[in-house]
């Protein structure tokens, strides 16, 4: 099954302690993306992907890293974690490197919510 | 950067065709015009996608004037299941990389 997977589904932490949150399609897309989600903001775009080993921020990349090491992987890396990230996470992929047009719709994995106290 | 305008918010009831109206001034030639769907906790869903004129899939139809300037997502027949936010995307920005989603319509179908 075409999916985008993400681990884990919840986390709580506290501040300061360093997380990984993974993010893994099978569907070889060229395309990655990290969203974060807080009410009333919708959707706001941290960091995105063309192809491996090409990154580059998004709207609100702060507080975030990530890697493009393998085209299926692409982790979300919070180094040393603030209340102010607390947040719903979502990776997303597509087949292109171009979000317009035929073939670059996204695909969302299932979300990552994340609370750090 | 194509800024999309939505309401933020529509209701309606069950069995009504409803039309989700976005307006793009800033539209690029080449952009395209993207729908998303999100249910609460759900990451968005494809819906529909056009560039001019009329596109219809099982799901919708998309709505684009020749102008292009603005766009309508017809959800025919609407369900309680439609409830959702819905998100118009246009463009992207600076070396086509980005993606803003925006805020989103929320649509509440009642019973």
């Known amino acids: 099954e075409a999916q985008v997977t993400q681990n884990p589904r919840y986390l709580i932490t506290v501040t300061g302690k360093k997380l990984t949150v993974t993010c893994s399609q099978n569907?070889?897309?060229?395309?990655m993306s990290w969203y974060r989600q807080d009410p009333g903001l919708g959707l706001r775009q941290i960091y995105y992907?063309?192809?491996?080993?090409?990154?580059d921020k998004g709207d609100v990349p702060e507080g975030y890293k990530v890697s493009r090491k393998e085209k299926r992987n692409f982790p979300l890396i919070l180094e040393s974690p603030s209340p102010n990230q607390t947040s719903l996470y979502f990776c997303a992929s597509s087949l292109k490197g171009q979000a317009g047009g035929p073939g670059h719709e996204q695909y969302f994995g299932p979300g990552t919510r994340l609370t750090v106290t | 950067l194509a800024k999309t305008t939505q309401p933020i918010s529509m209701d309606s009831y069950e069995g009504q065709e409803v039309n989700i109206t976005c307006s793009h001034n800033?539209?690029?030639?080449?952009?395209?015009i993207t729908w998303y769907q999100q249910f609460p906790s759900q990451g968005p869903r494809f819906i529909i996608q056009?560039?001019?004129t009329k596109v219809t899939n099982e799901v919708a139809s998309l709505f684009i004037p020749a102008d292009r300037k603005s766009s309508t997502l017809s959800l025919p027949r609407v369900s309680l299941s439609d409830t959702a936010v819905y998100y118009c995307?246009?463009?992207?920005?600076?070396?086509?990389?980005?993606?803003?989603f925006g805020t989103g319509t929320k649509l509440q179908v009642i019973p």
């Open positions: 992907s063309m192809n491996v080993e090409v990154t």
């Open positions: 800033n539209i690029a030639t080449n952009d395209y």
């Open positions: 056009g560039y001019k």
């Open positions: 569907m070889n897309h060229e395309y």
């Open positions: 995307l246009v463009g992207v920005r600076g070396g086509y990389q980005k993606v803003t």
